[in-house]
Nanobody, 115 residues
Framework: QVQLVESGGGLVQAGGSLRLSCVAS????????MDWYRQAPGKERELVAS???????DYADSVKGRFTASRDNAKNTVFLQMNSLKPEDTAVYYC?????????WGQGTQVTVSS
């Protein structure tokens, strides 16, 4: 019922920046919280950032001060601005929403940070 399409991943050097985007479509009425998760190889998927429809934000300790979530409600899009990237940030990044007791995930976008 909800489709999420991500973009913006890529390869950057340590200290560089990327901006990820996720566009929601389908049955998107009344979606409040949109999330960014990431998963490194062999690791558990972890919550990176959350943002509500009115702009309230929460971040994982590992990215505070470096990452910023934002959204454009008119375009049903959430962003993740990633600055001062570290090799430890290398992972597949996913956007996520929960609606009507169902979790919806984007396809994931690869972020690779080299030394």
């Amino acid at each position: 019922q909800v489709q999420l399409v991500e973009s913006g991943g890529g390869l950057v050097q340590a200290g560089g920046s990327l901006r990820l985007s996720c566009v929601a479509s389908g049955s998107i009425y009344s979606i409040n919280v949109m999330d960014w998760y990431r998963q490194a190889p062999g690791k558990e998927r972890e919550l990176v950032a959350s943002i509500t429809s009115v702009g309230n934000r929460d971040y994982a300790d590992s990215v505070k001060g470096r990452f910023t979530a934002s959204r454009d409600n008119a375009k049903n899009t959430v962003f993740l601005q990633m600055n001062s990237l570290k090799p430890e940030d290398t992972a597949v990044y996913y956007c996520h929403v929960r609606k009507s007791w169902v979790d919806y995930w984007g396809q994931g976008t690869q972020v690779t940070v080299s030394s």
